[in-house]
């Protein structure tokens, strides 16, 4: 689905800042991010913080199917073009450094790989996914100055702004780690993202709701959220069964409301870029909503409308 400019809801407000409206500031028309698999990897994977990776990992469960990794980053970006251009002849892109830690490895390589994807034909710019732990200095200088001349957002897995659940999925760092990385890439000029999982293991909902106030006092440009899922070959689906007391699976319903209380406490002047995330069926374990993205969406602003809510309604100015 391309993105478009959200209705504004009868009142006369916009119910919350989407990614259309950022992108709309930079494009004229409709612009697609292409998913990238670059081929690196993590540092609580290959041993230098940890093995095994995030509990919840399972990398499969976001890399489309032309995102494979004995492809390189143009073939991928070809095949994914052919994909959407089905729907839209018309369209720039945006290459989507995705999967694992997308700023992990040496300054060479990793320039290598966000320049061949930017002499793609019709790539417009780069949206870099990786850990707040792995943003060297030269590699921030670098991204700097290409923030200059085309589209760069850095998004950050930040995941949740408690250490003890952070120590629990094995992400590697902590929060603090987060607001440093979140600070300094923002201070560079560089627009900054950050990613949540709303109802890891034994957090609550009043602490899923701390999170929105957390966030919201870092200078970030865009807020990505999804569901907790339990995905086949995960060191979750072990944890899972050892400690079933920690983990809350939410319905639909449930969700819905928590992600809308989630918005109204967010820094209004956030792109709010997705809801939930959504896993290939063979994958997902629990739990199984069947719906597609637009659809949850749907439903969202639905009920953001019948409850008269919006982002940042409840949010405290510093």
């Not at 612009?31 to 994977?45: D, E, G, L, W, Y």
């Not at 417009?124 to 085309?150: E, F």
């Not at 109204?264 to 629990?286: A, H, T, W």
Request: glycine share 6%.
């Amino acid at each position: 689905m391309h993105l478009r400019i959200k209705d504004v809801a009868k009142n006369g407000f916009i119910l919350y800042n989407d990614l259309s409206i950022l992108l709309s500031r930079y494009f004229d028309g409709k612009v697609q991010k292409i998913s990238v698999h670059a081929r690196f990897t993590c540092p609580n994977r290959d041993g230098s913080k940890g093995v095994g990776g995030c509990t919840y990992c399972n990398n499969q469960t976001f890399s489309p199917e032309y995102c494979l990794t004995q492809k390189s980053v143009s073939e991928q970006l070809s095949d994914g073009v052919k994909f959407f251009s089905r729907r839209y002849s018309e369209m720039k892109y945006l290459a989507y450094f995705q999967s694992y830690t997308n700023t992990y490895s040496d300054l060479r390589t990793l320039i290598d790989k966000y320049e061949e994807a930017l002499r793609f034909p019709g790539v417009v710019g780069l949206i870099i996914g990786t850990r707040p732990d792995c943003m060297p200095d030269d590699l921030s200088d670098y991204l700097q100055n290409l923030s200059k001349s085309t589209f760069l957002l850095i998004e950050y897995g930040v995941e949740s702004t408690c250490d003890k659940t952070l120590e629990y999925i094995n992400r590697g760092h902590t929060y603090a780690d987060a607001v440093e990385a979140v600070n300094k890439t923002a201070a560079k000029g560089i627009l900054t993202g950050a990613h949540l999982i709303l109802g890891l293991p034994g957090e609550s909902r009043e602490m899923i709701l701390n999170h929105a106030v957390e966030i919201s006092r870092l200078p970030l440009t865009t807020v990505k959220l999804h569901q907790l899922q339990l995905i086949r070959d995960t060191r979750m689906v072990q944890q899972y069964k050892e400690n079933p007391g920690l983990f809350h699976f939410y319905t639909v319903d449930e969700y819905i409301d928590l992600v809308i209380d989630f918005v109204e406490r967010l820094n209004p002047g956030f792109i709010v870029e997705r809801f939930i995330s959504q896993s290939p069926k063979e994958l997902l374990i629990y739990p199984d909503w069947g719906l597609k993205n637009h659809e949850f969406t749907a439903k969202v602003e639905k009920r953001m409308r019948e409850r008269n809510a919006w982002q940042g309604k409840f949010y405290r100015y510093e």
